[in-house]
């Protein structure tokens, strides 16, 4: 299956850290993604990591990825007004050639409460 | 470097129509992918194209179609619009030679079908 899943909405206080997760089903992914699309934009990339990594940080953020479960999050510490946006976690997948795709879960709204 | 712009931003288009959206990719990349992005089914790939070949397609109908020219650029056509057609379309483009695979998102084009 192709489905890469994660919850619709997060809500958390300005300065707590955030807390993003997602699931996929595909162990054969070499790439796992965290994208960000603020209001009226296409989507940027914040960070990836590759299946054989268990963690990666940056700055405020962190991956972690537990491959026997496909599970992924993303932690973002200190959470500020302009993290509000929707992060949408995604999987690169090869099919054999040099092609590839990117699934892309249905993204998490993240909204910051003063 | 400029980024990855799509033309129009904003289309109305009523049912039965087609329409033709365009995607330059930063100047240098050669895979450009295009995404459908709804409010219900989220972040759909549609297709790739490397070197003015298709190489990988989502599962979309026939009426889904897409090319892209010798300098990278790419066009897709939707023909014979349904309402359901109404959606953010994305184009992505990606740097040739990239080992994670990252895509470098346009700001989309908004069409509506009425």
């Known amino acids: 299956g192709e489905d890469v899943e994660q919850s619709l909405f997060l809500s958390v206080r300005e300065g707590d850290s955030s807390v993003i997760n997602c699931t996929y089903t595909?162990?054969?992914?070499?790439?796992l993604y965290w994208y960000k699309q603020e209001p009226g934009a296409g989507l940027q990339l914040l960070t990836y990591i590759f299946s054989n990594m268990d963690m990666k940080q940056d700055q405020r953020l962190t991956v972690l990825l537990n491959k026997k479960d496909k599970h992924l999050s993303l932690r973002i510490a200190d959470t500020q007004t302009g993290d509000s946006a929707i992060y949408f976690c995604?999987?690169?997948?090869?099919?054999?050639?040099?092609?590839?795709?990117?699934?892309f879960g249905s993204g998490t709204r993240l909204s910051i409460r003063p | 470097k400029a980024g990855v712009t799509q033309t129009p931003r904003y289309l109305i288009k009523t049912r039965g129509q087609q329409v033709t959206l365009s995607c330059s990719p930063i100047s240098g990349h050669r895979s450009v992918s295009w995404y459908q992005q709804t409010p219900g089914q989220g972040l759909q790939f549609l297709f790739e194209y490397f070197s003015e070949t298709q190489r990988n397609k989502g599962n979309f109908p026939g009426r889904f179609s897409g090319r892209q020219f010798s300098n990278s650029r790419s066009e897709m056509n939707v023909s014979t619009l349904e309402l359901g057609d109404s959606a953010l379309y994305l184009c992505?483009?990606?740097?040739?030679?990239?080992?994670?695979?990252?895509?470098?998102f346009g700001p989309g084009t908004r069409l509506t079908v009425l």
């Open positions: 995604a999987e690169s997948k090869r099919d054999g050639s040099s092609a590839s795709k990117i699934i």
């Open positions: 595909d162990s054969s992914s070499t790439y």
């Open positions: 992505a483009s990606t740097p040739t030679g990239s080992s994670y695979n990252e895509q470098f």
